[in-house]
Structure formats: C-alpha cells, structure tokens
C-alpha cells in the first residue's frame, strides 16, 4: 500500500520561499494521482493543487495560484509542492494525498500523509 510522508515544512519569514516533499515509502507514486491540501488552524482543510499521472496540473487554492508549482519526480516517488513568496495566511499543516485522479475535494483522494507543518511569520 501506498505509503506518504510530508517533509519540509518549517518557520519562514513573509516573502520567503520553501519546499514540501512528499515521499511514498511503499508502492510506487507513478500510477496515481498526488494532491496536496492543507489545513490552517480553526479552518476546513483546502485542496491547494494536483499533479495527475499525465503531469497534467491544476491549481485549486486562488491565494496560491501563481506562487505554488506542483511536480512529481516518479522515478524518486516523490511529489513536490513549491512555494514562493509566502505569506502569513499559508501558515497551515500541508497534506499529500494520493487518488486515481486529481479533484478539488477530500473525496477524490484515499491515500494520505500524516501532515508538515508551514507557518509563516515575522
């Protein structure tokens, strides 16, 4: 079974820039679609973007679009969630999440990680 596990999450100031690995410590990635959500404190969790098996992207979250590139590197099973000036309301815990097909919803996905956490402050 698919196995996911978030990393490179952390403390970063406004404007900054970080990237998230999400990393499948089973199965390959390559058959499925990756998502990534994330979920800020007292808020529901949000679909941020995808990156399906035909590398085809889509951008769920409008105050990401633009700043946020998602890829995935198959042959590493390894999914990527570049972001780029960072701003205080990105502070969330971001999820990978693995499904047959990329969706804007929690339902679309079965597979997920347990979470890193992004906070972004001065």
């Known amino acids: 079974q698919l196995q996911l596990v978030e990393s490179g999450g952390g403390l970063v100031q406004p404007g900054e820039s970080l990237r998230l690995s999400c990393a499948s410590t089973?199965?390959?990635?390559?058959?499925?679609?990756m998502g990534w959500f994330r979920q800020a404190p007292g808020k529901e969790r949000e679909a941020v973007s995808c990156i399906d098996v035909g590398m085809r992207t889509f951008s769920y979250a409008d105050s990401a679009h633009g700043r946020f590139t998602v890829t995935r590197d198959n042959a590493k099973n390894t999914v990527y969630l570049q972001m780029s000036s960072l701003k205080v309301e990105d502070t969330a815990i971001y999820y990978c999440?693995?499904?047959?097909?990329?969706?804007?919803?929690?339902?679309?996905?079965?597979?997920w990680g347990q979470g890193t956490q992004v906070t972004v402050s001065t």
């Open positions: 089973k199965d390959s990635i390559h058959y499925y679609a």
């Open positions: 999440a693995a499904g047959d097909w990329c969706g804007p919803t929690r339902g679309s996905y079965n597979r």
